[in-house]
């Protein structure tokens, strides 16, 4: 009898321990729909609960329906005119390896939440009104390969923190108001123009 009852308890922990991460990941993916629905820039998708967020345009996500990439450049037209700061809950998205906002009006600073985004390889913010210094957390986004921050209104010193991009492919900080030398750790960009 206290075999079974022993095998019985190891059962029971078993499924809470399923239903507990099942719980977590329910959470975690009801989190990442209040954030894109904050953003309002899926409005006319946000409020169809027949279309799970993975279906909307210009987002993609990985198997476990997580939130991998958002790419706002989808209107079809030459610029999509989104304005004001660029959302504060974009830096929740963990997951996500793409971010590309250019060809708008965003404007503020670059947010040094943005060292969050670890999983980044493409950041396009170009084209915008972005202003302040480049942020020192750009030096962690080990994984990003292509750095897109052209024709903003960026001042201030390059970081020497983006050496520690040694992945980076492409780098573009042109067209902007930025007025200091280049750092010498941008020498450990091995990958640059491969």
Not at 21 to 36: G, Y
Not at 43 to 68: K, L, P, Q
Not at 165 to 194: A, D, V
């Amino acid at each position: 009898m206290a075999p079974s009852i022993f095998i019985s308890i190891l059962v029971v922990a078993w499924a809470l321990c399923i239903f507990m991460h099942a719980t977590n990941m329910v959470i975690a993916l009801d989190f990442e729909a209040k954030v894109l629905q904050k953003s309002k820039w899926w409005s006319s998708y946000s409020n169809d609960t027949s279309i799970h967020r993975c279906e909307w345009r210009g987002i993609e996500c990985n198997d476990g329906r997580s939130v991998t990439e958002l790419n706002i450049n989808w209107f079809y037209i030459s610029s999509n005119l989104i304005t004001g700061t660029i959302p504060k809950e974009l830096w929740n998205l963990k997951d996500l390896f793409e971010l590309d906002l250019r060809n708008n009006t965003f404007v503020g600073p670059i947010p040094s939440a943005l060292g969050l985004l670890t999983n980044l390889s493409l950041l396009d913010l170009s084209s915008n009104e972005i202003n302040g210094s480049i942020v020192s957390e750009i030096g962690m986004l080990k994984n990003l390969l292509v750095l897109k921050l052209e024709h903003n209104k960026l001042t201030g010193p390059i970081p020497s923190s983006l050496g520690h991009l040694t992945s980076l492919r492409k780098l573009c900080l042109n067209s902007n108001q930025i007025n200091s030398s280049i750092p010498l750790e941008i020498g450990n960009m091995k990958n640059l123009g491969l």
